[in-house]
């Protein structure tokens, strides 16, 4: 529609059209159509501001807000996915080790489903905080007890006995340690950075890092025992299968902190994203 007025050398030109306006008019240039209430600066004119720009216009902050949304719900929604895929391959894992067939290519397909599932889980509560909630600050926790959880879990998934026997252990001992140093660490100051915050979910992922931070302690006090054993008696009991008993009581030790995430996970898709499609 030619609706578009503009003033140069004291004269008028016009009407033009939008496109025909763009090149003939400089940021000073006054304008004028039906609706405005005097001659504008075309600079100022919203429908003309864009001419004048090197870069396009940022986004709206209604759609910045709904791609956060959409973001962080297909992350919170694969990870309450994998979050039931890890309590299941845990459950797997310990029936293996009862059954002493941890030692099989089929334990090890298990291993490799449960860390991939381990890893989005963590991310959905990830995605969560910094992409929803934009708390930034403990994605960095979050990111370090990924890297650090993968050779404890691979470490605590084997057969503690054959862990020990294995002679590529003792080169990589160190490392383990560190990484349940590490991952103790951050597990600490994620619940601490959690704890001043009163949002959907926080409570349940507080309760989940607090948990995993004495869950490092204790697997690391039962490394130091093993080691201790493996040096100064016969290692040999350490690669018994476990029992019934003890399947039981390491099954829910694993299994407590992460319903807490997956409850968590939960709670926040009911409350934030009920009307959402699912993908």
Known sequence: M???YYIADGDRFGPFSLDE???KIGETTKVWKQGLTKWEKAVLVPELA??????????PEDDRRISRETKAFRYIHAGISSGWIFLSMLVVEIILQMLDLDDTRFYGLVLFLSLMALVRLLTGMKKYLSLLLEIRKPAVNINWIIVTSIPIYILMAYERGRVIDDTLYSYGILVVVLAFILNGYHYLRLAQ????????????????AYLQFFYSILVFMVVIVALFLMIFTDSAVLSSPLTLREGL?????????????QYGLMKVKRNYFVHQPAY
């Open 249 to 261: 009581t390491v099954l829910f030790i694993e299994m407590l902190p992460y319903l807490f995430l």
């Open 2 to 4: 030619k609706e578009w």
């Open 50 to 59: 864009f001419f004048f720009r090197d870069t396009p216009p940022p986004v």
């Open 193 to 208: 950075k959690l704890s001043l915050q009163k949002r959907v979910g926080v409570t349940a992922f507080r309760n989940f």
């Open 21 to 23: 306006l763009k090149g």
